[in-house]
């Protein structure tokens, strides 16, 4: 068992037929709360989105966001109750991102996790953001066991990690530069279609041709499986320095299609590659990206003409989101794996 | 009842619990109170630190009837976590809870330490100002005025009794801000404009009294010696230059008494707007 737990004393293992584990999340700009019940049952799920103050400033402003979550922690916390039809004292345990992500930020979600569970005598679980991402497919799919390779791909991260046969996680590959969402961002932001790039880019790509221009696939030949993606957003802006009629109503569609095109296409070559390389037959993918339409289709296809099987959750649960802390929360919980009521926050943390 | 405060405000953590009679309040009030430097984060240290008070005091969380914190200003991080803590012992507990100045516990907790002095000026006719200001770094200052009076008692008892009077203190000024090398000079011009005509008449008497207190007496020292040359009776609350909870507990029992136990949405008071730089 993790954690000597001064304050375990008082806490009351419920002995109860259904597990119902409260999640809080509040590692970046959303503040999330979810009730989900053994593990994959989600009773509610309840994100309230920053992106309208800081669309604004072109990216997250970390002062303001942690200012926005400590005004809406304890009534995010409420509507996931009252929508998951729970009380406060039939939860079983809260668990909470606490690393990595905004200092300011994760430090309101954590605050409140410790609070609930020192007042109410329940278990607190603190757990990676990361890893919760990849266990948002537990949700779906819960009888999953290992081996599998997981894709990370998010606005903050992009990173493979295999999964081994006794749980273990390694990571196999990251991103030198950007993070993929944050490519998708800033490209966004330098054509000026807004904040976050991501789902832009997506809807406007859709009616592009990405086959039009061609972008470079950066680090492809690389030998690792590392990424990067700083130097597609120089080419791109690079193209429309020279052309630049290419910026027009008629053109921008191929271009992000095409732009998007690079990405995804990276993205599934290094993460099949890491996948054979392991020898194993599962594939998983999550983050913000994996909302993608472009990326989900490829990945597919992929996975069809490979014969790997293939897990993405719900457009929803890719995004950040209290149902996946809850979910690795509850794996936690049943293990026994509790956490002190001393833990502290993180910005970085390995998986 | 039982009140619990948390001041995270400052580099000082202050948590306190208050017990006092529902008819008069702060009559046979009974409080256990910590106070705790900081040496990194409070994220560590606060659970612990809160259940020490309250096992100290014999009382468990689900006893407590009122939460309360100081909502600011202050530093923003420590402000933060006490909030979220506050905010949701409430929510769990399904008790109410309230979020209080940062000035109003300065100046409750000079009025504290000054009691009988202030009463007796009062009752010599004189008048008595309680002025703190709290240093929000970049050269500023953020500062406020109460000015102190005597009711005919009916609930209160304690320190803060005289005669059957009782002593309470009223903002009279919205806070405002200046650059701490001017603090004498602006102070006065806030002054002036909050009491007019009064200014001078309270000027005149210069056994008027002035109670300053707050962390920017404790930043600045430079500040005393401004002071000094308004010629007129101050004094500097060194018991009043950090919060302690057990005055935020103080403030919310007349916050309780006076508009009942509200449902309350705690807000962080900021003293001043953020606005980020754009990015281009
Ligand atoms: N449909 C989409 N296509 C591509 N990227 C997307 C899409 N939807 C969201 N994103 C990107 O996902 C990121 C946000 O994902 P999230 O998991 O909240 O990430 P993080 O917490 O790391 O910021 C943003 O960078 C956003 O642009």
Known sequence: ?351 | MHILGIDSSTEKLSIALTSCSEVHYLKNMRTYALQYSRHSGFMKSIIALTDKVLEKAAIDIEEIDYFCVNRGPGDFTGTRIGISLIKTFALSQNKPSAGIDALDIYAMQAAYYNAAKIMQLLSGGLRACIVPAIDIKRDELFFCIYEASLYEGHKCAGKLVYKNRELFINKIGNDSISGAGTFIDSFKEYFKDLLGEHLREYFEKQNNALFFCGTAFASYGSIAAGLRELKHKFFIVKKSLYPDAQYLNICAIYRFYKNGAAIERIMPYYAREFTPFKKK
């Open chain 1, 1 to 351: 068992m993790q954690g000597n737990l001064p304050l375990l004393k008082k806490n009351n293992l419920k002995n109860q037929e259904k597990i119902l584990i409260l999640g809080i999340e509040t590692s970046c700009d959303d503040t999330c709360a979810s009730v989900v019940e053994d593990g994959k049952v989600i009773l509610s799920n309840v994100i309230a989105s920053q992106h309208e103050i800081h669309g604004k400033y072109g990216g997250v402003v970390p002062e303001l966001a942690s200012r926005r979550h400590v005004e809406a922690i304890d009534i995010i916390i409420n509507e996931a109750l009252l929508q998951a039809k729970i009380k406060m004292s039939q939860i079983s345990a809260v668990s909470v991102s606490n690393r990595p992500g905004l200092i300011g930020s994760l430090l309101v979600g954590v605050g409140a996790a410790k609070a609930i569970s020192y007042s109410k005598k329940i278990p607190f679980m603190a757990v990676n953001h990361l890893k919760a991402h990849l266990f948002s497919n537990f949700l779906e799919v819960p009888e999953m066991g290992p081996c599998f390779t997981g894709l990370i791909v998010s606005g903050g991260h992009t990173s493979l990690y295999s999964v081994g046969q006794n749980w273990e996680i390694k990571e196999v590959g990251h991103t030198v530069d950007d993070a993929a969402g944050e490519a998708f961002d800033k490209i966004a932001r330098f054509l000026g279609l807004g904040y976050p790039g991501g789902p832009v880019i997506d809807r406007l790509a859709s009616k592009g041709n990405p086959s039009r221009f061609e972008m470079p696939r950066p680090m492809i030949e690389s030998g690792d499986l590392n990424f990067s993606f700083s130097g597609l957003k120089t080419a791109l802006i690079y193209k429309t320095k020279k052309e630049p009629k290419i910026l027009d109503e008629n053109n921008i569609a191929d271009l992000v299609a095409s732009f998007q095109d690079a990405i995804v296409d990276v993205l599934v070559h290094k993460t099949f590659k890491a996948c054979r390389q392991s020898g194993f037959e599962k594939i998983l993918v999550s983050g913000g990206v994996a909302a993608n339409s472009r990326l989900r289709s490829m990945f597919a296809q992929k996975a069809d003409s490979e014969g790997i099987k293939l897990y993405i959750p719900p457009i929803k649960l890719c995004m950040d989101n209290a149902a996946m802390v809850a979910c690795l929360g509850y794996y936690d919980y049943i293990a026994g794996n509790f956490s002190d009521l001393s833990v502290e926050v993180y910005s970085r943390s390995d998986i």
